[in-house]
């Protein structure tokens, strides 16, 4: 019986990818384990298996298409003596049935197209600055190559950051530029190499510290804190830490309670730290090299859903943007909405619709936690009297609370409604995809926010 | 390695050889298949394979009584299915619904089974071992003469609370046997660029706890050494280090470019060790038919079909369970 060949899904974030090269043709016989072709996605260059065996009948896609969505039948497998002449290229795709609904389906929160209207009341760079589209994946790699190049005391250490080229592949070629003497491979020992990029920070260098995912610095975060965040108050001055932590934080895709937690508010609440959480790439870029040359320790959040999102990034020798300053993505008047990291997300195709319903939403992205800019918000609330704040994190004791008890405090008078905040549900992560959206906020979540402030 | 322990491979029964056969290929069935159902978008997140790796797990479940315990990481099917947990349930936990195991909030990593004494799949490099020996302090505690076996890999085995955990467990004398199954990788880290120490069992001397290192290609070694390691813990002489050679035949997890091994290197391993091939050849060597082996490799094929198909129809989690077992039933105030 003839069974389709489908694209795989090769990562938990992957959706569409490149089907560079077969390495069959068609006529071949296969068995279970030989490569069939291999697959890029944005994050690697996959051999694709063969799980039975058979003969190659036909081949679907031409090797070097782009953007082939998962599950696209791409090739026709035969039994011996059977032909795939009369099988149809557009044969319905054998996916799998959809999963019987539980009850009435979440709103759907597909990643939005990266957002146009960028509207900065202060911009980072000045005006008529080519602008290069880049990935924030790249943009951080370029900010940590630019530094390296710039001070030899910077270095970058972690797990499969040097041969493996990052396990999100953040460190792409990083190896190759700067050899292994500043691109360090470590064993799996957060705690351990988290100590010592501390101690190397007081003995004169300037560690980037990359953690593979922040669930893994809870092993490292008496370092974090005890070490690198006390220690120049303890020492009177004498000693700081100008180290960075950095890596993906937040939930990804289904991969579970363990490796989904979003430590924005944990971090942030630790004096001696600053806490950066950039949602665009020019701001990943221009934050991580702030962040590289801060003489104190620096929790750099990032997001790996964000990783393949492209955005402009100003073309400039050298690109910073200092802590503790919003940017503002949109100007609006009926209502503020305050967001950083992968919030922004929701928080501008929110405003979006809002617009098109006659709503005009400000949007804020704080993009630093720690410093926080408050006074960017409250200058807003000042003029569209009500606010809301999206994040994807636990909302108990979280920076949405925080950020509400300041506007509280700065901007009473000016409130006509409660701030609001979206945020992630009270709940470990579920691994379950409709349980999983539903712990999430979502863009209507913050439309009804919106609404329920502004009394439509 | 191999020859060491050639002498005590040729006195296993054909009964037994036949068990060691069916359990190893569930196993390898079942994870090709959750391999394919990823592919297809049905499993998503994380999902660690175990094939190669199914005699370690078979070996040493053979040593075990009701009332043993099992604890280990991410790369958890073949524990679940070797220690007798139902295959609908796994797969449909793999794909995140309502029949499986965690009524789909745990997912390929984090599996549990109360009833098999299976306390999981966890998710964080290293963590599982502390909690392993938590678990034989309990049998110690209570005065039972129950063994708890805590897995862990190459790359765990240099996390620091693995010899806090050792140093403990000698010192309180606790019935665990930790398993390393050293499968020469952690993701794409190969042992030797993480550690410089020759054996990884051998570091168990500095706190004094014995342990050997064993071939776990060879399901009958691996059971004599589980043996001996299970006797030692049940005499009450303390933990036991299995130190187990094994490989693992597909990436790290699914989205593992591979670029830190050689094609090579892999099919060697796959030609010239197999497990499943070594235990085949040896019962056709004796006095099996090859259609007795057909007919078992039908009947599993068929077990983990039916499981793929359960673990499609089931339905997706109601969503109400977003909100239960954040706290035990009953016991949460009103106003929690
Ligand atoms: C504390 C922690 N650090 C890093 C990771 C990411 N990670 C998951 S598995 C893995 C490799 C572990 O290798 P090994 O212990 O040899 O087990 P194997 O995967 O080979 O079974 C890494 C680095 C993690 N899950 N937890
Ligand atoms: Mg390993």
Excluded at chain 2, 310 to 327: C, G, H, N, Q
Aim: aromatic fraction near 8%.
């Amino acid at each position: 019986m003839a069974t389709e060949i489908l694209m795989p899904a090769l990562s938990p974030t992957m959706e569409e990818g490149t089907l560079a090269k077969w390495l069959v043709k068609e006529g071949d016989t296969v068995t279970s384990g030989d490569i069939l072709a291999e697959i890029e996605t944005d994050k690697a260059t996959m051999e694709f298996e063969a799980v039975d065996e058979g003969i190659v009948g036909k081949i679907l896609i031409e090797e070097g298409s782009e953007g082939v969505k998962v599950n696209t039948p791409i090739a026709i497998m035969v039994e011996e003596g059977e032909s795939a002449d009369n099988l149809s290229a557009s044969a319905p795709a054998a996916t799998a049935e959809p999963a019987p609904a539980a009850e009435a389906e979440a709103p759907a929160s597909a990643a939005p197209a990266a957002p146009k209207a960028v509207v900065s009341l202060e911009p980072d760079y000045p005006e008529g600055t080519e602008m290069v589209s880049t990935t924030v994946r790249e943009a951080l790699r370029d900010a940590m190559a630019e530094e390296m190049r710039r001070d030899d005391t910077v270095f970058l250490m972690g797990e499969e950051v040097a041969q493996y080229q990052g396990a999100y592949k953040i460190s792409q070629g990083l190896l190759d530029e700067f050899g292994d003497r500043r691109v360090v491979d470590t064993p799996i020992t957060e705690h351990g190499f988290a100590g010592i990029g501390v101690g190397a920070s007081w003995g004169g260098l300037r560690p980037i510290v990359e953690f593979m995912t922040f669930n893994f610095a809870m092993q490292a975060i008496d370092h974090i804190i005890n070490s690198a965040a006390k220690t120049l108050y303890m020492s009177g001055g004498q000693m700081g830490s100008p180290i960075v932590f950095r890596g993906p934080n937040g939930a990804a895709a289904r991969v579970g309670a363990q490796h989904s937690q979003d430590y924005a508010a944990w971090y942030a609440s630790v004096p001696g730290l600053y806490v950066v959480q950039p949602f665009s790439a020019a701001d990943a870029k221009g934050l991580l090299k702030t962040a590289i040359r801060d003489p104190n320790p620096v929790v750099f959040l990032e997001n790996e859903i964000l990783y393949g999102r492209a955005f402009d990034v100003p073309k400039l020798d050298d690109f910073t943007i200092p802590f503790g300053k919003a940017r503002v993505w949109r100007e609006g008047d009926d209502v503020t909405i305050v967001s950083w990291g992968i919030g922004m997300n929701y928080a501008l195709e929110a405003a979006d619709e809002l617009a098109k319903e006659g709503i005009s939403a400000e949007v804020i992205d704080m993009r630093t936690l720690r410093p926080l800019d408050i006074e960017t918000v409250v200058r807003s609330v000042q003029k569209t009297n009500r606010c809301v704040t999206v994040e994807e994190a636990w909302p108990i004791a979280s920076m949405s609370d925080h950020i509400g008890s300041e506007i509280m405090r700065e901007a009473f008078d000016y409130l006509d409604a409660p701030v609001l905040k979206c945020t992630g549900k009270d709940v470990p992560m579920p691994y379950a995809a409709n349980l999983e959206k539903l712990a999430l906020t979502s863009t209507k979540e913050v439309i009804d926010a919106v609404k329920a402030v502004t009394y439509r | 390695m191999a020859a060491k322990r050639a002498t005590r491979k040729s006195n296993a029964s054909k009964e037994e050889l036949l068990k060691y056969y069916r359990e190893m290929l569930l196993i390898r069935r079942f994870e090709e298949k959750a391999g394919q159902l990823y592919g297809m978008g049905l499993i998503g997140g994380f999902c660690h394979l175990y094939i190669g790796q199914e005699a370690v797990v078979v070996g040493l479940e053979a040593c075990t009584e009701e009332g043993d315990k099992r604890i280990t990481t991410y790369r958890d099917h073949g524990h679940m299915l070797a220690c007798g947990m139902d295959p609908k349930g796994i797969m449909a936990e793999l794909t995140g619904r309502s029949g499986g195991f965690s009524a789909g909030k745990g997912g390929s990593m984090h599996m549990f089974s109360a009833e098999k004494h299976f306390y999981g799949g966890h998710g964080i490099v290293g963590a599982n071992v502390p909690l392993g020996a938590g678990l034989a302090f309990a049998d110690k505690y209570k005065g039972n003469d129950r063994v708890t076996f805590t897995y862990f890999g190459d790359g765990a085995a240099n996390q620091g609370q693995v010899y806090e955990t050792y140093n403990m467990a000698e010192l309180w004398m606790l019935p665990v046997v930790f398993v390393i199954e050293n499968n020469q990788y952690a993701m794409g880290t190969a042992v030797k660029r993480a550690t410089k120490s020759p054996s990884l069992w051998e570091r168990g001397a500095a706190y004094g706890i014995a342990g050997e290192e064993v071939d776990g290609m060879d399901v009958l070694a691996v059971k004599a050494a589980g043996q001996k390691a299970i006797e030692h813990c049940r005499a009450g002489k303390g933990p036991y280090i299995l130190e187990v050679m094994t490989y693992r035949y597909r990436g790290h997890s699914m989205s593992d470019p591979a670029k830190y091994r050689t094609r090579d290197e892999v099919q060697k391993m796959r030609e010239e060790r197999d497990a499943i091939e070594q235990v085949r050849k040896r019962l056709l060597e004796g006095d099996a038919t090859e259609d007795e082996l057909k007919a078992i490799d039908k009947e599993i094929k068929e077990i983990v079909n039916e499981a793929a198909e359960f673990s499609k129809e089931s339905p997706e989690p109601d969503l109400a369970e977003l909100w239960t077992d954040i706290y035990v039933d009953g016991s949460a105030p009103q106003n929690a």
